[in-house]
């Protein structure tokens, strides 16, 4: 293939190096010459041509050599058509390695894309490294992403929906009333393979049950009635869209929004008796403020002088038995939700649950007069059957829960996003496992001369 050693280490096939020199600031510059067997041949007519009419030099950007700048000079000769009958008067040698016209190696944009796609730096940050600008390197990483996301997704047993803020939100004071109203609210929703590795399947720009409904409907059929779970937080819009785009997936939603309900009851609770006991807001020295964290923790955590100080604590007067019936309330609804497989090592059946959840709404129904458990278990009875699903599947949205923060961390890199189809092909690119980094092991590779058993001097 290289037929010395300078061209073997600048390794571009058909260039061989013809001298180095040092350039300024650590620069090297490499002279090239055309070293290919079809380069002298016309790209009309096929001509093999040997009559120089000129010699241009080309200066493509290249990839540093170990940090400093490479500058190359390709010597090429402009070569006229011997062919009387073909258009073309003259053309200049050209070689498969680079394009005809190529300002840039395409060795620097592959460098270029693979920083971005696996290394997680922003286009700015691979462009100025490479010295070529933003749209060079974010075109070579778009090229190379999409050829992996594109892809249509395989099939997904459970699928996971979430959304999150792709921007901050933008107020403006309305110059009547002097008030602030909202001018841009942008988010984006989600899906996530839940039960394989694809990671992020896809995301749509908005949050409406039209926007989510939009998305999985325009998947195939064929993949659509493979759903068989989907996990979604307890959130009615993507609920109905659902039930509308999958009519044939039960739905079940994420166990911990169900828990982070049922504690925030307790604390509404506690909140709301310390002002009616104190008549003002809770403080250190207050006993019940001492049991802050120990109510939000799970009971069976609880070592045996915190229950007792939680017990003896509250029974002490009304306000505090009230904080311990929303407590109660709490522990029973996740005296349900711990039923669940991977807590239990045995599949829970559908009675089971129902049952514990009876006695949850049992033990709510009987103290009316605490607001926040009524609201508490009216809300669990709204989505009784979602909530058994997921216990009874034990499917969590977790993993969707997780590429949510690295989206967000890719929207901090890049210090937020103007064009939100980039945030999305960047968010899925870090979210996707097929576009992700292949573990690299070292191994030991047997040795090959790149010269062919040329004699090297020395
Ligand atoms: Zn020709």
């Given at each position: 293939m290289f037929h010395d050693t300078a061209s073997a280490l600048f390794g571009v096939a058909g260039l061989r190096v013809t001298d180095v020199e040092s350039g300024p600031d650590g620069a090297v510059e490499v002279w090239a010459v055309t070293d290919c067997e079809g380069a002298a041949a016309c790209p009309d007519c096929g001509t093999v041509s040997s009559k120089v009419h000129d010699t241009v030099v080309t200066r493509p950007a290249d990839v540093r050599r170990a940090g400093d700048p490479v500058g190359v000079y390709w010597v090429k000769r402009r070569l006229k058509c011997k062919n009387a009958s073909c258009p073309r008067r003259s053309f200049t040698e050209r070689v498969p390695a680079v394009p005809p016209g190529a300002r840039v190696l395409p060795r620097l944009k592959e460098q270029c894309a693979a920083e971005v796609a696996d290394r997680g730096v922003t286009p700015a940050e691979a462009a100025r490294h490479a010295g070529v600008s933003w749209p060079v390197a974010h075109e070579a990483f778009a090229a190379r992403a999409d050829a992996v996301l594109d892809a249509p997704p395989a099939p997904v047993a459970h699928l996971g929906i979430d959304e999150h803020r792709r921007g901050r939100p933008r107020w403006r004071t309305d110059p009547e009333t002097g008030e602030y109203e909202l001018l841009a609210d942008r988010w984006h929703v989600n899906f996530c393979d839940l039960s394989g590795s694809q990671g992020m399947l896809g995301q749509v720009e908005g949050r409406t049950a039209d926007d989510t409904a939009y998305w999985l409907v325009q998947a195939p059929p064929a993949w659509r009635d493979r759903v068989e779970v989907v996990a979604i937080d307890m959130c009615s819009i993507f609920l109905s869209a659902v039930r509308r785009a999958l009519p044939g997936a039960q739905v079940a939603v994420d166990l911990f929004h169900v828990v982070q309900l049922a504690v925030k009851a307790a604390g509404d609770v506690r909140r709301r008796a310390t002002r009616e006991k104190y008549g003002r807001r809770g403080r250190q020295g207050d006993p019940e403020y001492g049991l802050k964290g120990l109510l939000n923790r799970?009971?069976?955590?609880?070592s045996p002088e915190q229950f007792a100080k939680v017990i003896e604590t509250l029974d002490s007067d009304g306000h505090g038995q009230q904080v311990a019936i929303a407590w109660i309330a709490k522990e029973k609804l996740r005296a349900a939700l711990r039923l669940r497989a991977r807590i239990t090592r045995s599949q829970p059946c559908e009675r089971q649950v129902r049952d514990r959840l009876f006695a949850f709404y049992d033990w709510c129904a009987a103290c009316e007069d605490i607001p926040e458990v009524i609201t508490l278990a009216a809300t669990v009875a709204r989505w009784e059957q979602q909530i058994v699903t997921a216990v009874l599947t034990g499917v969590t949205n977790a993993a969707t829960e997780s590429l949510n923060r690295i989206a967000k961390l890719e929207a901090r890199l890049a210090y937020g996003f103007r064009n939100p189809a980039s945030q999305r092909r960047r968010v899925r690119t870090a979210c996707t496992r097929g576009t992700r980094r292949r573990a690299r092991t070292a191994t030991r590779r047997p040795k090959q001369s790149v010269t062919k058993g040329k004699q090297v001097p020395g």
């Open positions: 799970n009971v069976e955590t609880l």
